[in-house]
């Protein structure tokens, strides 16, 4: 077969344009990749840290759900850890420019970027859809479609991750075969030197990405309309979709520009120039995803809790402080007399009944909370020595 080197390889179309006198776009920026990679995955690690605070500590009702997009959120932090990694080893400027060895850094980062990217993108659908089947009643047209999505999904997300964990056989040709090729070389898909297969693969994810998400979006709009369903659901809904478009955005963006510059082939293959707008728009979208689908899970139960313990804190400020002392000793039978503090107001009764005996004071017994103390003096009232007899008869009738 020879060395391929014609305009329908990848290696054929290095140079064949000249776009050195493009302007900079800002994403190719180093700064610009920081701020925006390094503020939405801190965001991300945020809300999904919320979701499950909430899941286990305040509704403890953990679910598979969690379990995704936790595992969803550890590839995107991969990701977007490797793109930020990138800006030293090429990307955002031409490829022309780049040194062998400096290719191969930027292909090694590259190669991660993109398979943890085919990763996230499916298991933050499914965490999704594991979500909505603990709303959906089982057995439901709603339920089965979303059994059914779910299971498509993960088989798309498994054949993409594969052909991306394994581009090439053996996979560190993978790194070299872009400005090496070799006929023992066996790559295929996001491996491939055809170009037509190259961006077939690309932009084939690409669309079935955003296709899965606008169904994924839309699956839960029916039950929004059941009369049956609470509103606390219909509005866990509305976040949902909504942030869910916000995704989207991202999705969109990415494969508009991957259409536009054919998978970073047209007009001329300069991946590391036309590369950076569809990858930080991945790691974005995968952050942002998992952002979405945390805060309708968390923000209930996180408000509620907060103003529970707003309440429970206005509580303590108005309790008052009760303190029992046994006050007198009379005669051979022990009756108590009570001392009530309530913030330094001092409320007394003594005792009517007579007989000798010397007053013999003791120490403080014991300090009530006011409900404890409210308790207590019902028992007392009831008892024989209480002082409303007229209860007593009641009690009996």
């Known amino acids: 077969m020879g060395v391929l080197r014609s305009e329908d390889t990848l290696l054929g179309r290095v140079g064949i344009a000249n776009n050195l006198g493009e302007p900079m776009p800002n994403v190719n920026r180093r700064e610009t990749i920081l701020g ?25 009702s953990p679910g598979w759900d969690d379990l995704f997009v936790v595992l969803s959120l550890l590839t995107t932090t991969m990701g977007v850890i490797c793109i ?34 085919c990763m996230s993108t499916a298991l933050i659908k499914m965490s999704l859809l594991l979500q909505y089947l603990r709303l959906y009643r089982p057995g439901t047209a709603l339920y089965n479609i979303c059994r059914g999505l779910l299971v498509f999904i993960a088989l798309w997300g498994i054949a993409y991750s594969i052909m991306a964990w394994v581009p090439c056989v053996p996979v560190p040709t993978y790194w070299t075969h872009l400005y090496n090729p070799t006929e023992e070389v066996k790559c295929y898909a996001y491996g491939s030197q055809l170009v037509s297969v190259f961006t077939a693969t690309y932009e084939s994810h690409a669309a079935l990405n955003l296709v899965l998400d606008l169904l994924v979006m839309a699956l839960p709009i029916p039950l929004y309309f059941q009369v049956d369903t609470p509103l606390k659901t219909k509005m866990g809904l509305v976040a949902i979709i909504v942030m869910g478009a916000f995704v989207n955005v991202f999705a969109l963006w990415r494969f508009i520009t991957m259409v536009q ?53 206005i509580f303590v400020t108005k309790e008052v402080q009760v303190t029992s002392q046994t006050r007198f000793d009379i005669g051979g039978d022990r009756r108590r007399d009570s001392e009530v503090e309530l913030h330094g107001a001092t409320l007394s009764r003594e005792n009517s009944s007579g007989g000798g005996g010397g ?5 403080a017994a014991q300090t009530y909370t006011a409900q404890t103390w409210m308790g207590w003096a019902a028992d007392y009232h009831n008892s024989d020595e209480g002082f409303h007899k007229p209860y007593e008869s009641w009690m009996k009738d």
């Open 84 to 117: 930020i990694v990138a800006t030293n080893t090429g990307m955002g400027q031409h490829i022309v420019l780049l040194a062998p060895d400096v290719i191969s850094n930027y292909l090694h980062i590259f190669y991660i970027m993109n398979a943890t990217y």
């Open 359 to 363: 007053k013999t004071p003791t120490p």
């Open 36 to 60: 925006l990679c390094i503020s939405f995955l801190t965001l991300s690690w945020l809300c999904v840290g919320f979701r499950l605070y909430a899941r286990f500590k305040i509704i403890y």
């Open 261 to 313: 510059h054919k998978s970073t082939t047209s007009p001329t293959f300069d991946p590391t120039w036309y590369g950076p707008t569809p990858i930080v728009m991945a790691g974005l979208e995968t952050a942002s995803a998992c952002i979405c689908a945390s805060v309708p899970v968390f923000w209930g139960p996180l408000i509620v809790s907060a103003a529970s313990g707003l309440r429970q804190m």
